[in-house]
């Protein structure tokens, strides 16, 4: 991914990581700091593996990272967004397998029978209190609103 492909969300996370660290404001930070948010973004980087990040992203070599810079650098380690339209769209091909009815919802017990396809590792219990969570209405049912829901964390 390059920088032109971060989303506007990604854009504002990364300048005010870059603000934060930048506790000088001089639109600079160092190494390590590059490393730390690095690592707040889930990617721990040896000293070997930032001197390079270093030698490849200080273009004006100036031993410290400027915000230009860092976007091309972050850019590397951000996940792409996955477009929310295509992946309901998906979801709801998957809602409607089960819903064979067309009625709209399915019974809590499939929903449970997916849930344990996708995660086999989830425990019974975790199960039952997110069918919990879900059904509030305790319908037995769960709609696709219900589904998006738990299948996207949203």
């Known amino acids: ?3 032109s492909e971060l989303s506007k969300d990604q854009m504002k996370i990364l300048k005010e990581a870059f603000e934060a660290f930048d506790i000088e ?3 600079s930070i160092s190494v390590e700091v590059v490393g730390t948010i690095l690592e707040l973004l889930g990617h721990t980087l040896t000293e070997e593996e ?7 992203y200080d273009v004006d070599e100036s031993g410290q990272i400027e915000f230009e810079e860092f976007l091309e650098l972050a850019s590397n380690f951000v996940e792409p967004e996955e477009d929310y339209d295509a992946l309901r769209a998906e979801l709801r091909e998957v ?8 009625t709209g919802f399915i019974p809590v017990d ?3 029978k997916i849930l344990q396809e996708l995660d086999g590792a989830v425990p019974e219990n975790e199960l039952d209190d997110i069918i919990d969570e879900i059904d509030a209405d305790g319908s037995g049912t769960v ?3 219900e ?4 299948m996207t964390g949203e």
């Open 143 to 145: 709609d696709f609103e």
């Open 1 to 3: 991914m390059n920088k």
């Open 110 to 112: 499939v929903f449970k």
């Open 95 to 102: 809602f409607m397998m089960y819903d064979k009815n067309g």
């Open 50 to 56: 930032l001197t390079e990040v270093m030698e490849e």
């Open 147 to 150: 589904f998006m829901e738990v």
């Open 25 to 27: 404001k001089k639109n």
